[in-house]
């Protein structure tokens, strides 16, 4: 499908619109993908303010690699105060992702380390090419993760391996990071980015309001304690089903006129 639209916005960051869906690229080949402040900062505006059009987005490296993390040289000569604020920033742009408009779809390959893994996890649904493989080598470079890492991951794939992860500097495959539910599919090298854009393209279709009640309301209840899950569940249920877009796609199944579940 040919780009409709080019919005750059950084020179580390490159975005086109394919539909309603935004194909937003980490454009530092060079670096393998590095994630510096400016990189950070882009993807947390466009996520902050996405295109009006937009309605979901993939994430996707250019060169051999999704990213290598965290560039070093951003840290390198940071005293703590610095350190915080620099953590603080990473939180502030991975929320406008995690907690933002857009349904985002990842596109892993090669290496996906450090605040690469961070930034994934940050990600709704993660694919997978056969060339992924999986770090946090923080241990061995004397840090710690700083971009929600140590939030997101022990949901993701459970504290004892994020642990194992971190001291050991243990490296997992693409297959291993599939069984342990670090990426939702996993393809031959190559396929990864068309799949994520037709499954972006998909979730771009959903009524508004369920990916919405998808990305802000499940996270919240599957967390809160269950007496304020089931309330908030009914409520989010409720908005949702009275909701004009609702209506018409139930009255299309009920009417024969809406797709069937096949396997
Ligand atoms: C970098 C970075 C980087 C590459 N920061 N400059 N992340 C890491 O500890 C991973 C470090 N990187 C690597 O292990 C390797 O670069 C790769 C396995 C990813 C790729 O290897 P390769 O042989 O293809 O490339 P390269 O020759 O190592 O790197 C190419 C250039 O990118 C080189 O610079 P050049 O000027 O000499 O060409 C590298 O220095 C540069 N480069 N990775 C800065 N990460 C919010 S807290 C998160 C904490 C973390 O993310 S810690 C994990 C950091």
Known sequence: MP??????????????????????????????NALNEALVTALGAFFAAPPEGARAAVLAGTGAHFSAGLDLADIAAQDATAGVFHSRLWHQAFRHIAEGKLPVIAA????????????????????????AYYALPEGQRGIFVGGGGSVRLPRLIGLARMT????????????????????????????GLALALDLAAKVAKNAPLTNFAVLHALPRIAESDREGGFL???????????????????RAFLDGRAAKITP
């Open 164 to 191: 194992d992860m971190m001291l050991t500097g243990r490296v997992f495959s693409a297959e291993e990071g599939q069984a342990i539910g670090l990426s939702n599919y996993l393809v031959d090298d190559g396929a």
């Open 3 to 32: 780009p409709e639209a080019e919005t750059p916005r950084s020179p580390f960051l490159s975005v086109e619109m394919r539909g309603a869906v935004a194909l937003l690229r980490l454009a530092r080949p060079e670096k393998r």
């Open 232 to 250: 908030a569940e009914s409520l989010m249920a409720a908005i949702a089903a009275a909701d004009s877009e609702a209506k018409s796609r139930l």
């Open 108 to 131: 892993l390959h090669g290496a996906v380390i450090g605040g690469g893994l961070e930034l994934a996890s940050a990600c709704h649904i993660r694919v997978a090419e056969r060339s």
